[in-house]
């Protein structure tokens, strides 16, 4: 099952709309601290609502062992990024990918983008910007799930 990974999110209301969607999707959100809020704060659990407590979360305290965890696991790291030339439509999923979404503010730091093994975008409207990070991720799991029969 494809799962989700949160790198240093920004905002709670985010990340409780991910954990909401997990939840409903049986997929596990990867948490890659420091987060940039507490992880027991008000908006957080009003945005998962009474879901939070049926998702899966694993936290990792830090990059490193994420990467560390994710290279063990021989798990693809599938960034999603604005700076991206693929679209995610047109890229095959896997079963055990890592769908990464940076942090809201900043995305991920340039030796991320590097080590990724697909850097792919939601294709937009010109002059846009991007999409909110919970929608995007919406978007390509559900794209990963339709893909690999995981629905």
């Not at 890592?98 to 975008?121: C, K, N, T, W």
């Amino acid at each position: 099952m494809p799962d989700i990974a949160l790198y240093h999110p920004d905002i709670p209301q985010n990340t409780g709309t991910l954990l909401r969607l997990a939840a409903c999707m049986d997929v596990t959100v990867h948490l890659i601290e420091p987060a940039g809020f507490p992880l027991s704060d008000h908006a957080l659990k009003r945005a998962g609502m009474d879901y939070i407590e049926r998702a899966k979360l694993k936290r990792h305290m830090d990059w490193k062992s994420f990467r560390e965890w994710q290279l063990a696991e021989k798990r693809r790291l599938i960034l999603m990024t604005t700076k991206g030339s693929r679209p995610y439509t047109h890229f095959d999923f896997k079963k055990d990918d890592l769908i990464l979404m940076g942090r809201e503010s900043s995305g991920v730091p340039e030796d991320i983008h590097q080590i990724a093994d697909a850097r792919l975008l939601i294709p937009m409207k010109n002059g846009m910007r991007s999409l909110n990070m919970a929608v995007s991720t919406g978007m390509v799991l559900g794209e990963a799930l339709r893909q690999t029969d995981c629905f």
